[in-house]
Nanobody, 123 residues
Framework: QEQLAESGGGLVQPGGSLRLSCVYTGNSFNTLAMGWFRQAPGKEREFVAGINWSGSSPFYPDSMKDRFTISRDNSKNTVYLQMTGLKAEDTAVYYC????????????????WGQGTQVTVSS
């Protein structure tokens, strides 16, 4: 079975930065698109960023594009999310996921979310 393990969250002041990591355990990481999602209390899960198998053509919603950067290291089966200029509304549990294409990942098809990592932006 594929497994996902998120890490790197924590408590940060508004305007601060965090770098999240997600390690994929399974086969064929180099063929998979990877992405980040988040879910805040009382809100639905929200897509944050996606990246294709080679690291080209990263994709972000308009609300994330200026502050978040997704990247990957295929030698480590790891995808990263660098977040800067954090705001209180960024507070959420952050999860990663995978699919064959970014487009199909936008509506997640696989229920392998890992434990997530908590990001809290506190004023």
């Amino acid at each position: 079975q594929e497994q996902l393990a998120e890490s790197g969250g924590g408590l940060v002041q508004p305007g601060g930065s965090l770098r999240l990591s997600c390690v994929y355990t399974g086969n064929s990481f180099n063929t998979l698109a990877m992405g980040w999602f988040r879910q805040a209390p009382g809100k639905e899960r929200e897509f944050v960023a996606g990246i294709n198998w080679s690291g080209s053509s990263p994709f972000y919603p308009d609300s994330m594009k200026d502050r978040f950067t997704i990247s990957r290291d295929n030698s480590k089966n790891t995808v990263y999310l660098q977040m800067t200029g954090l705001k209180a509304e960024d507070t959420a549990v952050y999860y990663c996921n995978f699919d064959t294409r970014i487009a199909t990942m936008l509506t997640p098809r696989y229920d392998y979310w890992g434990q997530g990592t908590q990001v809290t932006v506190s004023s």
